[in-house]
T-cell receptor, first 112, second 115 residues
């Protein structure tokens, strides 16, 4: 069935370093890939997304890359700051406006 | 412009009881999706409502049911509660009609504890 695998489950970096989180998906029909940031006790917040017709998208310190052939996509955060510490979830959707299949999450810790 | 809102914030029930959770979508949105998030896990899709009908459903038993009202708000009902139903229930809204986007925005969630 549909599945999204996310790695690593935990990631610790020094402030100013880069962080990379990787996801793979199983359903080749997936065409929309959002990333959410969830701080402790708060709602998931959409931070960036990418559609299958592009290979890369960037928004300030955050970028996402997509390789449809290999069925994987990645989140890149540069110049990390302590406020980037949170749990990050990748997701994939197989139809327009449809359900999101989430990865298991990555707990990012940025040490000052 | 109000974002997605949910009520109640927290809820404690006992096994076998029934619960109703409520969600109001972001202004201008017409679609509501419900997710269950167990502690330390990613959200799991329950179902999605559009035009007052269930549009998609995840792998959840019939004890989970929902409704969407003409003003696009939605309810999630869970019958015969089990201990395993304890989780954070998240509502997400999006715009489906006339849109090529699938951005889903989440509410703050309802924390359900079943004793």
């Amino acid at each position: 069935g549909e599945n999204v695998e996310q790695h690593p489950s935990t990631l610790s970096v020094q402030e100013g370093d880069s962080a990379v989180i990787k996801c793979t998906y199983s359903d080749s029909a997936s065409n929309y890939f959002p990333w959410y940031k969830q701080e402790l006790g708060k709602r998931p917040q959409l931070i960036i997304d990418i559609r299958s017709n592009v290979g890369e998208k960037k928004d300030q310190r955050i970028a996402v890359t997509l390789n449809k052939t290999a069925k994987h996509f990645s989140l890149h955060i540069t110049e990390t700051q302590p406020e980037d510490s949170a749990v990050y979830f990748c997701a994939a959707s197989d139809s327009q406006g449809g359900k999101l299949i989430f990865g298991q999450g990555t707990e990012l810790s940025v040490k000052p | 412009d109000a974002g997605v809102t949910q009520s109640p914030t927290h809820l404690i029930k006992t096994r076998g009881q029934q619960v109703t959770l409520r969600c109001s979508p972001k202004s201008g949105h017409d679609t509501v999706s419900w997710y269950q998030q167990a502690l330390g896990q990613g959200p799991q899709f329950i179902f999605q409502y559009y035009e007052e009908e269930e549009r998609q459903r995840g792998n959840f038993p019939d004890r989970f049911s929902g409704h969407q009202f003409p003003n696009y708000s939605s309810e999630l009902n869970v019958n015969a509660l089990l201990l395993g139903d304890s989780a954070l229930y998240l509502c997400a809204s999006s715009l489906l009609a006339g849109s090529s986007y699938n951005e889903q925005f989440f509410g703050p969630g309802t924390r359900l504890t079943v004793l």
